[in-house]
């Protein structure tokens, strides 16, 4: 494939409802998508990150300039197009995966619908539904979290996970399991809002019987959250302190996590996403895929994703309903707590043009 154009579409989405976190309160899906247009076929994809650098370092408009002037400069120099070919050249530079992830995966985007191959495919995903699990941000009172959770229940949601944080983590545990009973299956995900002074606090959590606790420590400390998962009967599950397969070996080698949640956006791309799901499924740790509050057009791939053989919790693949009154592309709809991998080539869905015209707050070439 040759490179001819590569454009950048700024969206801003509202949410159906603000998500809070114990790093801040998102209302609307703020972010770019990536349009790369080739001489075999166009692909999409979408940032991952917000405006603010909350989650993780990276941010919209810091991701803008990584790609300008860093990434496609590396990429369109390169003889020949094609996705296999961009990671070794994007080495080089150091970190913001997010952008790497989106670049690669517009790319793969475009070969994949050369091919006429599904990402699913590709991929080799063994599922044709996937379950649906969903996560619940922090609440106002108890009461509107026994609330939002049955809501989504009824909806056929199979698996709840809990924003925690100090101050919000043992009561609306306690009141979900005794409102909902033993059987469904609970998790919790703090993103990094302990310390390992806090150890037993947490371990109090194992009276209620949780699927896993997700990055409770800080980002990247691998030994507090060895040291943790001592104390702790709960299964560590990491999301931010995971970049890479390496990182992921290094922490299931040390028994910083016994499960692991994958995000294509967060390790650099789908490529080095099955890298970690293979190095998880290679040590019987079991895998699901994260989620960025994302459009269609990043839920897509990552359904095709959460359909690999390692995949055994449900992800935080959510329906388009659960964010937004009106997604970019055609909603993903839950039926019977599953949504479908989808199997048209490439990610299987691109923008509606209608929608995108609606949402789109600006455009601009980064590289023609
Ligand atoms: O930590 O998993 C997280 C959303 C935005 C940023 C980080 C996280 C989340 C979620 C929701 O938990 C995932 C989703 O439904 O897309
Ligand atoms: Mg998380």
């Not at 499960?259 to 740790?285: I, S, T």
């Not at 990610?347 to 023609?368: C, H, K, N, Q, S």
Request: aromatic share 6%.
């Amino acid at each position: 494939m040759k490179l001819e154009r590569v454009e950048i579409v700024h969206v801003a989405i509202p949410l159906v409802s603000p998500f809070r976190t114990s790093f801040g309160t998102m209302t609307t899906k703020d972010t770019f998508l990536l349009h790369v247009v080739t001489d075999a076929a166009e692909g999409w994809s979408e940032f991952a990150g917000d405006p603010e650098p909350l989650y993780c370092s990276e941010f919209v408009a810091g991701a803008e300039i990584v790609l300008r002037d860093f990434l496609l400069p590396r990429v369109a120099a390169l003889p020949v197009l094609g996705t296999a070919h961009l990671a070794p050249v994007l080495d080089g530079i150091k970190g913001h995966e997010l952008a790497k992830a989106a670049l690669e995966t517009a790319v793969l985007d475009a070969e994949l619908r050369s091919y006429g191959m599904p990402l699913a495919t590709y991929l080799g995903s063994v599922r044709e539904r996937v379950p649906a699990g969903v996560s619940v941000g922090i609440k106002e009172s108890v009461g509107e979290l026994l609330d939002a959770v049955e809501g989504y229940l009824a909806e056929g949601y199979v698996r709840i996970k809990l924003k925690i944080e100090p101050g919000w983590d043992l009561e609306p545990v306690r009141a979900v399991r005794e409102r909902f009973g033993a059987d469904l299956p609970l998790q919790v995900d703090a993103n990094t809002a302990y310390t390992l002074a806090d150890a037993e606090h947490l371990r109090r959590l194992d009276a209620f019987g949780l699927l896993l606790i997700e990055e409770p420590l800080a980002e990247n400390n691998l030994y507090a959250h060895a040291r943790l998962q001592q104390r702790l009967a709960t299964p560590v599950c990491l999301d931010e302190s995971l970049h890479n397969a390496r990182d992921t070996a290094s922490a299931i080698a040390m028994d910083a996590c016994r499960v692991v949640n994958v995000k294509p956006a967060r390790v650099g791309g789908y490529l080095e996403a099955r890298r970690v799901h293979d190095v998880a499924h290679a040590h019987g740790v079991p895998v699901w895929c994260g989620g960025m509050l994302e459009t269609g057009i990043g839920r897509a791939p990552n359904l095709a994703l959460a359909a690999l053989p390692g995949c055994t919790l449900p992800g935080d693949t959510s329906a388009s309903s659960r964010y937004f009154a009106e997604d970019i592309t055609e909603p993903f709809v839950l039926v019977d707590g599953h949504l479908p991998v989808p199997r048209s080539p490439g990610i299987g869905v691109e923008p509606l043009p209608e929608a995108l015209r609606r949402f789109a707050m600006g455009r601009r070439d980064l590289y023609t």
